[in-house]
């Protein structure tokens, strides 16, 4: 079996940041707006009425500080409560791809790769801003990258998902070097009005360079020595926008378009999921969990991240043992998990280990055990 590497990884970092403080200011105006507005209905008990939000429910709840973002015009208008995006020419460069591509070009001069050594181009997200053509063949031409490219969704595990199937293409011999990009252009498909969800995601775009052994320049490569990925259906974490909404056009806007989720109910399922994939993963390679240097971990919510790592390490564990990113990036779906490992891995030395794992919606877990050339 051929060995394969991840050698280079990359990040891209929006030029707006929101902050909590800005996000419950505007919510506020836009609630007592709409208890203003239905005061009658509400007093009749037809209308139910919206709490407020505050910086220190947000930072319990989840950890997150801020968050960046593609475009700030419009989240912060209590009567627009969305990002102001204009629609671009067919000819125009995505802002997906225009993302993607600001990572991709990081991973490659980390990996010491040119963009056509790559023979596949992956593009793995929560949502894809069409159906096609596929970003990934956009990213392809502008990069000039070499053989095919694809995209692929699922949700917060598609960057694990899609290093997966880098690494099996490597080893099945339909590719030598693969770029997986991440663009998380989260931000759209946030429901501001909503004040269970409207702090949780931001946007960001990152990429990894995976490729053969033999190939690669090892300064930052990362031998793979395990992966699994798994999934079981659940409507508890959802999103229903898409192309068929049209033909309800009294549904088409309706808030099940965008992010919803039943908190409770995936914190209570997820979880046991999360620990019970792990410890197999561990069991069958017959490695300790205390045998990690780190853990690079979807970056969701700080509860559940904690949860995990005591599952696997128990209470006394420190901060640079599972970095957290979310309080200034918040929940970037797939990115999250990669986020940490750019940012913490130079520390390495030859054969320490580390853990990447994502898991949400679907559900989905995705894990890869990693080592130190």
């Not at 929560?126 to 990934?136: D, E, H, V």
């Amino acid at each position: 079996m051929k060995k394969v590497v991840i050698s280079g990884s990359g990040l891209f970092v929006p030029p707006n940041t929101v902050t909590n403080e800005e996000l419950v200011a505007s919510y506020n105006q836009y609630v007592d707006q709409f208890n203003q507005h239905n005061e009658q209905q509400i007093k009749a008990g037809t209308v139910v009425e919206l709490p407020y939000s505050s910086s220190e429910f947000i930072e319990k709840a989840s950890g997150i500080k801020q968050r960046y973002v593609m475009v700030k015009e419009g989240i912060l208008d209590p009567n627009v409560m969305m990002p102001l995006i204009a629609d671009q020419p067919s000819e125009a460069l995505s802002m997906q791809a225009e993302m993607g591509i600001e990572a991709a070009k990081q991973a490659l001069t980390r990996a010491n790769c040119k963009a056509e050594d790559i023979d596949l181009v992956i593009v793995a997200c929560a949502y894809t801003q069409r159906a096609y053509p596929a970003i990934a063949i956009e990213i392809q031409r502008e990069l000039g990258t070499k053989g095919m490219a694809y995209d692929m969704l699922v949700a917060c595990s598609s960057a694990t998902f899609a290093i997966t199937n880098a690494i099996n293409a490597i080893r099945g011999g339909t590719a030598n070097r693969v770029l997986v990009i991440n663009p998380e252009l989260t931000s759209p498909q946030s429901n501001f009005k909503d004040r269970d969800s409207h702090f949780i995601f931001g946007d960001v775009a990152t990429a990894v360079v995976v490729e053969r052994q033999d190939l690669a320049h090892v300064e930052h490569a990362f031998n793979v020595l395990s992966t699994s990925c798994m999934t079981d259906y659940s409507n508890n974490i959802r999103s229903n926008f898409g192309f068929v909404n049209r033909c309800d056009p009294e549904c088409v806007a309706t808030p099940d378009k965008l992010f919803h989720q039943q908190g409770r109910k995936v914190f209570k399922e997820l979880l046991p999921m999360i620990y019970q994939h792990l410890e197999q993963q561990l069991s069958n390679e017959q490695i300790k969990a205390e045998e990690f240097k780190r853990l690079w971990l979807h970056q969701a919510n700080i509860n559940m991240n904690m949860f995990v790592v005591k599952k696997l390490l128990g209470d006394n564990v420190g901060s640079q043992t599972a970095p957290i990113v979310l309080d200034e990036f918040a929940n970037t779906a797939s990115a999250g998990s990669i986020i940490a490992f750019h940012r913490h891995q130079d520390d390495f030395k030859t054969g320490e280990l580390g853990l990447l794992c994502s898991f949400g919606a679907g559900y989905s877990i995705g894990s890869i055990v990693l080592e130190k050339c």
